[in-house]
């Protein structure tokens, strides 16, 4: 007997089928895992893995704090300053280093949100009686400075990182047992909300305006129980987002805007919660 014209050999043959694609166990062929038709197979799971950590690891109450990857620590913040600036004398020429540097300028004013977040964590560390953890993006800059925070307070905190077109990667103050990385945003945001007993945010962009009004409206439509949500830095938002025209205009009720508070200090923000919860 021949094979393609070659002496058949049967242990040959045996280890080519163990080696073919269709012999692979469906759950181990990740080129079969990842087609378009299996993409609810791949919500689900993405669903469930975070889900059985988290509840045999009896975590059931969580503070959200969400802001901008953008929002650095005042020391990196003016190292990436001198190293743009460095970038931009080498190639004077450049549009794009030219407005990055004025961009990273800019953002050196917002490091003070970086230590309130970082404050906070730490706060919720030390005074919540271990009653919440602390979640965030699980990425650099606000995301950081909260787990940071929880970290030096002597705390676990959640990070649950999402894949991006530039790579983020998670950062190093979150504890390794809660670091999840996420596809899809939906069910990350799920997984924001689901044990979500406090949402706190600070300055961000089109992210965190996505993540605050999502939150907002669960509560506004009643899918999610009323929970303290607390915006940062009162000028940022007001700047940023006329929210009396918005309820002037009809859209929103006036009693929607009791839905969040104003704080400008991480003490003002635990202060919120910690009456909410009527804590000691």
């Keep these: 007997m021949q094979d393609n014209g070659k002496p058949f050999n049967r242990q040959e043959?045996?280890?080519?089928?163990?080696?073919?694609?269709?012999?692979?166990?469906?759950?181990?062929?990740?080129?079969?895992?990842?087609?378009?038709?299996?993409?609810?197979?791949?919500?689900?799971?993405?669903?469930m893995k975070p889900e059985f950590i988290l509840k045999e690891s009896n975590i059931t109450s969580t503070i959200v704090c969400f802001g901008s990857a953008r929002i650095w620590s005042k020391e990196d913040a003016l190292a990436r300053i001198a190293a743009v600036s460095k970038a931009c004398r080498l190639d004077p020429k450049n549009p794009q280093l030219c407005n990055k540097l004025a961009s990273v300028k800019r953002l050196l004013k917002m490091c003070k949100f970086y230590e309130i977040g970082r404050e906070f964590g730490r706060i919720v560390a030390q005074e919540g009686q271990g009653r919440f953890l602390i979640v965030t993006g699980g990425g650099p800059g606000i995301m950081e400075a909260a787990n940071r925070g929880a970290y030096e307070g002597g705390a676990k905190s959640?990070?649950?990182?999402?894949?991006?077109?530039?790579?983020?990667?998670?950062?190093?103050?979150?504890?390794?047992?809660?670091?999840?990385?996420?596809?899809?945003?939906?069910?990350?945001?799920?997984?924001?909300?689901?044990?979500?007993?406090?949402?706190?945010?600070?300055?961000?962009?089109?992210?965190?305006?996505?993540?605050?009004?999502?939150?907002?409206?669960?509560?506004?439509?009643?899918?999610?129980?009323?929970?303290?949500?607390?915006?940062?830095?009162?000028?940022?938002?007001?700047?940023?987002?006329?929210?009396?025209a918005i309820a002037r205009y009809g859209v929103i009720s006036k009693e929607d805007l009791k839905l969040f508070h104003f704080a400008e200090t991480a003490r003002e923000a635990w202060k919120i919660i910690s009456d909410f919860y009527k804590l000691v």
């Design 158 to 244: 959640i990070g649950l990182n999402i894949t991006l077109p530039m790579e983020q990667g998670p950062n190093p103050y979150v504890s390794p047992e809660f670091a999840f990385r996420f596809h899809y945003f939906a069910i990350r945001k799920m997984h924001f909300m689901m044990r979500a007993k406090a949402l706190v945010v600070y300055p961000g962009g089109f992210g965190t305006f996505d993540e605050l009004f999502e939150a907002l409206t669960l509560v506004q439509t009643g899918k999610k129980h009323h929970f303290p949500v607390i915006l940062v830095g009162r000028k940022y938002w007001t700047d940023i987002i006329n929210w009396d």
């Design 13 to 47: 043959r045996i280890q080519i089928l163990r080696k073919s694609k269709p012999y692979r166990k469906a759950y181990q062929d990740f080129e079969f895992l990842n087609r378009d038709e299996l993409r609810p197979l791949r919500l689900q799971l993405e669903l």
